[in-house]
């Protein structure tokens, strides 16, 4: 079956420093999305990617969607204290009809002041 | 904004009972989710419903069955709840046909349960 990966499964950073996470999915994707959930909190749905090659910016948060529509990023300039959670992708397969997400392991962001 | 209630936030129950989880959207959307996430699992795919009275498996649907009798609610049901089905457990719904591709999730509070 299809299986969405991602890395790093941590990552601790300055306060001001990137961060990058990288999701890779065994299947060609028809569309990826990103969701972010708060220590504590529920997965909230950020962006959603489409076309191939597709790039988005959300204020410092830039999406990128690869070519082969296989693999994804979601890059962060300048972290801040209000970055910290679990980012998740979430891709659907390109199967007609198949509106099954599968999301990713995730990768934790914590910001050391 | 869409509100995905779920019951309980927290649940204690011994294994081999009887365990019912039920989740409640307030705008009429079509597909409802449940979902467990795990540390370094992140969020699996139990049951999905398009619509009243239908279910389709997940990922990980063994020991779990779903009810969906009206549109707003879908029910998670352990029929004889087991220690490894010690996790937490997230609703969310969206609107969007099969064929619209849009499909975003909005998700509940999730209800945490442990099987002792």
């Known amino acids: 079956g299809q299986q969405v990966m991602q890395i790093p499964q941590y990552q601790h950073v300055q306060e001001g420093e990137d961060f990058t996470t990288y999701c890779n999915s065994s299947t060609t994707l028809s569309n990826i999305q990103w969701y972010k959930q708060r220590p504590g909190g529920h997965p909230v749905f950020l962006i959603q990617l489409v076309k191939s090659g597709e790039v988005k910016k959300q204020k410092r948060l830039t999406f990128q969607f690869g070519e082969a529509k296989k693999n994804s990023s979601l890059h962060i300039t300048a972290t801040q204290t209000t970055d910290v959670g679990t980012y998740f992708c979430a891709g659907r397969a390109s199967n007609f009809g198949n509106e099954k997400l599968t999301f990713g392991t995730g990768t934790r962001l914590t910001i050391i002041p | 904004d869409v509100k995905v209630t779920q019951s309980s936030r927290y649940l204690v129950k011994r294994t081999g009972e009887k365990v019912f989880l039920e989740c409640v959207q307030d705008m009429d959307h079509e597909n409802m989710f449940w979902y467990r996430q795990d540390p370094g699992l992140g969020l699996r795919l139990i049951y999905f419903?398009?619509?009243?009275?239908?279910?389709e498996k997940g990922d990980i649907p063994e020991g779990y069955s779903v009810s969906r009798e009206k549109k707003e609610r879908f029910s998670l049901i352990l029929e004889s709840a087991s220690t490894n089905q010690t996790s937490m457990y997230l609703c969310?719904?969206?609107?969007?046909?099969?064929?619209?591709?849009?499909?975003?999730?909005?998700f509940g509070a999730g209800s945490r349960l442990t099987v002792l």
């Open positions: 419903s398009y619509d009243v009275k239908m279910k």
């Open positions: 969310a719904s969206s609107t969007g046909t099969v064929f619209s591709g849009a499909n975003v999730l909005t």
